[in-house]
């Protein structure tokens, strides 16, 4: 069977959805990385809890504060990588990291209406992961109850 790939693809159609199926949700590396910083840091946190809206990827209910970990691309954040338009099915994609876009501001609107306090960490701003732990342990400490 041949594959038809345009002159941009990498991959057949058929690999390029195999890739895509394995991009995670939960539990990521920029995730992970962040977890492990702030528990390091003394924070204590529950995990994707599916009774708050949006299912918070970090959520510290001591301090009544959750943390969403947005890849810069998926959440079509402002720096580089996020600013990257993709150069196949390009109105697929943008539609996407639209209603994501979107999603993220229902979702961060119906936490600030229940008094939760929202944080999103940015992909990128975990390349420097100490200071962005720092800050966030900083700000979250900030409104103990």
């Known amino acids: 069977m041949v594959q038809e790939t345009s002159a941009h693809d990498t991959f057949s159609r058929a690999k390029r959805s195999q890739v895509m199926r394995a991009v995670k949700s939960q539990n990521t590396k920029p995730e992970l990385l962040l977890r492990k910083a702030l528990h390091a840091r003394g924070l204590r946190y529950t995990l994707h809890r599916s009774d708050l809206p949006g299912k918070p990827d970090i959520v510290l209910p001591k301090y009544k504060t959750v943390l969403f970990v947005h890849g810069c691309f998926w959440h079509g954040h402002d720096c580089k990588r996020g600013a990257r338009v993709p150069k196949t099915n390009t109105d697929y994609w943008l539609a996407k990291i639209n209603r994501n876009r ?44």
């Open 102 to 145: 979107a999603r993220d501001d229902l979702n961060r609107n119906a936490l600030q209406a229940l008094n939760w306090r929202v944080f999103t960490v940015w992909e990128c701003a975990l390349k420097d992961l100490s200071n962005t732990a720092d800050f966030l342990s900083d700000a979250i400490r900030s409104a103990e109850i």
